[in-house]
């Protein structure tokens, strides 16, 4: 029994010095809001855990326009200029220690400007808490439709929300339709959506394009988020012969669909899905991927540029010059670098660190970038950027929709992958 | 959903496609379950790692299967000792490395943890088991990252014709099926038969005669745990072969698992493997007829149904109080 409570008056000491350590590390860091010459943002990104790779490639991206913009002189506010810098925490890819961090950059490290974290969820997590402290934050990795309907006043966010994602797909299976000579209303689309928020997203979005050429769904399958068959929907996909596939599953809904479609041989004329890239189909699967259309927030071969950047291209070689290990540049990091572009532009037009006065400069941004026009509706979300297509060709992406971007024609019917 | 039914009458290949992808399917789980039979049978350990040792079988199976080059050195320090291109192996071949490395690894946790929690309550096995799948699931994601990883088996695909309509049938799976049906027999035969089988049996019965019997109940328990995890980074093999892999994907495997065993049995190894392949079924008929959304609710719901059924027949029979 003495020896039980000496355990546990042992176990008590080390907790206290745990919360004497904690609080010594978050009292030693200033007031960090701006220092010297230098203005701080803060972000909790998923650097460990399941989003840990979609985490870096945001990490670099907003890296990478840091180290740009303070090679250019950095941020002249005041007649004085400034150097950016992220002070980032690792959110272990979990939305409840997501909230924690945030609160902690604000109260403890004095941040007064965020930038986002990765997901969707771990934004939705994020935004109360920047929302309580009046924290503007400009995020580049939550596209949920969800994130925009709640009156949040300093949320802004550079990317395409996720209901335009593959609403394309539809008017491309339209136009299509009708070069056929058949009505856009004779289209049979068939869907498949994982049961998480951003596909279903994803999902109201094509149902609302559907309806509006009045598309007949004959299958409307919601995929649980723990399965890695989709055998039976493809079996009912073989029996009903649509004209359209869309799926959407993040990176294991790629995969399998791409997998199973090979291997069980089925044909439609038009395949979509979301996560291509991230789901790496074409290193992985190589010929069977071809034919396949995935919507893109920004591709490197697009007209867009800037005087930070130069064009989408440029921003691509800088990139892979930054970051050797990446073969292609996955737009989750060029989304993140126009982000700190926004932030930049806002200081400079508001000349203030007055959080009001720089909520309100990121509120009227309207500027082009090489990500692609960014203008924030009275939600926060863009409205210029549209989403583009890309079509799978041999190997490659190719932009194929919509047509003023479009660097190739779309190849239809999609073949069925060789056996 | 009324539509899909008439589909199926309609056109009758469709059900032979459901019924032979489901068992494909099946196949796998069983294999899972099966190991979890065993453990949760001789051991009373209801191990909860059991998804993760699939998926560390299905990352065995990625990793010799992919072309790598191979750096061994000291660490912490620059020095490289040896380094070396590891040619990539078909990954089926990649079976009977999975087997002995998972049976090593089980080995070495059963004397780390198992062990010591194997004669406590319920809540600490199912306690550390747990915390064992975290720290798997980590230690995977740190060293494989969290991306989506297959092996690429390359076979090719049969078009059949039944009843009227083509079904495919991907040689990958059917020869899945058939190693699964290999591993089961011959871990049937080996229980039956080996002296070690009849004395993990003897133990599963009473352990506490056993041990007066001279049996050595700790080996036994060693060795059920290991031969648990060596089926399980089987199963991975052909997971990695057919689907998908991932550091977090290790707990469906765990569920259908932990259903598997509950509605058939652990004494009943016939019961598990047909549970299992059942289950396989419910799963795609459940998902073609009312949508993927309700493909696990058919098979929980099957699952209570057979609790049922099970709670009524033992109502019926007299029991002694224990």
Known sequence: ?419 | MLNNLDLLSLAPYLNVQLLLDGLFIGATFALAAYGLALVWGVMNVKNLAQGEFVIMGGYIAYYFAKDSVVRIGIPFTDVLLVEFMKPGIHPLWTLPIAIPIMFVFGWIIYKLIIRRVIERDLFTSLLATFGLAIFLQQIMNLVFGPDVRTAQAGFHTRLLNVLGGAVTVADIRLISLIVAGFLATGVILFMKNSRMGQAIRATAQDARAARVMGIDTDRVYAFTYSLNAAICGAAGVLVAMIWVIQPFYGVTYSVRSFVIVTAAGFGNIAGVIIAGLGIGVAEQYGSFVFGAQFQQATVVGLLVLALIVRQVQQGRKRQAVQ
């Not at chain 1, 950095?74 to 690792?90: R, S």
């Not at chain 1, 409307?220 to 399965?227: E, H, I, N, Q, R």
């Open chain 1, 1 to 419: 029994m003495a020896l039980d409570i000496l355990k546990l008056t042992r176990r008590g000491v080390f907790a206290a010095m745990g919360v004497c350590a904690a609080a010594l590390i978050g009292g030693s860091a200033a007031n960090a809001k701006v220092e010297g010459d230098t203005i701080y943002l803060g972000s909790a990104i998923s650097l460990t855990g399941k989003y840990a790779s979609d985490g870096i490639h945001s990490r670099n991206g907003y890296d990478l326009a840091i180290a740009r913009i303070n090679e250019m002189g950095g941020v002249t506010v005041g007649g004085k200029q400034y150097k950016l810098k992220v002070i980032y925490y690792d959110d272990e890819s979990t939305p409840a220690r997501g909230a924690q961090l945030a609160e902690r950059l604000i109260k403890q490290d004095g941040v007064q400007f965020m930038l986002g974290p990765y997901s969707s969820g771990l934004t939705q997590a994020i935004a109360p808490v920047t929302e309580k402290y009046n924290v503007p934050m400009v995020e580049a990795e939550g596209a949920e439709r969800s994130l925009f309907t709640k009156g949040y006043r300093y949320l802004f966010a550079v990317l395409s929300t996720s209901e335009q994602y593959l609403a394309s797909a539809v008017a491309l299976a339209a136009d299509l339709a009708e070069k056929n000579g058949k009505k856009p209303s004779d289209v049979k689309i068939a869907m498949a959506f994982e049961n998480d928020p951003f596909s279903l997203d994803v999902r109201a979005g094509v149902v609302d394009d559907a309806k509006k050429y009045n598309m007949q769904i004959v299958i409307d399958d919601k995929l649980p988020a723990d399965l890695s068959d989709m055998s039976a929907t493809l079996t009912k996909v073989r029996a009903l012969q649509p004209d359209v596939l869309i799926v959407s599953g993040h990176n294991k809904g790629a995969v399998t669909a791409v997998r199973q479609l090979k291997e069980m041989q089925i044909s439609v004329p038009i395949v979509a899905m979301t996560h291509c890239e991230s789901g790496g189909i074409v290193k992985e699967f190589g010929d069977a991927a071809n034919d396949i259309l995935c919507p893109t927030q920004w591709a490197e071969t697009l007209s867009y540029k800037d005087k930070y950047m130069g064009s989408a291209a440029e921003y691509d070689a800088a990139y892979k010059k930054a970051y050797p290990e990446y073969q292609t540049v996955p737009y989750q990091a060029a989304q993140a670098s126009a982000a700190v572009l926004v932030w930049k532009e806002a200081f400079e037009r508001a000349n203030s660190f007055d959080v009001e006065k720089v909520r309100d400069a990121l509120a009227s941004t309207d500027m082009a970038t090489f990500y692609g026009q960014i203008k924030f509706a009275p939600e926060g979300n863009n409205i210029a950027k549209p989403m583009v297509l890309r079509q799978i060709q041999g190997g490659e992406y190719k932009v194929v929709a919509p047509l003023k971007w479009a660097s190739d024609s779309v190849n239809w019917p999609r073949k069925t992958a060789a056996n």
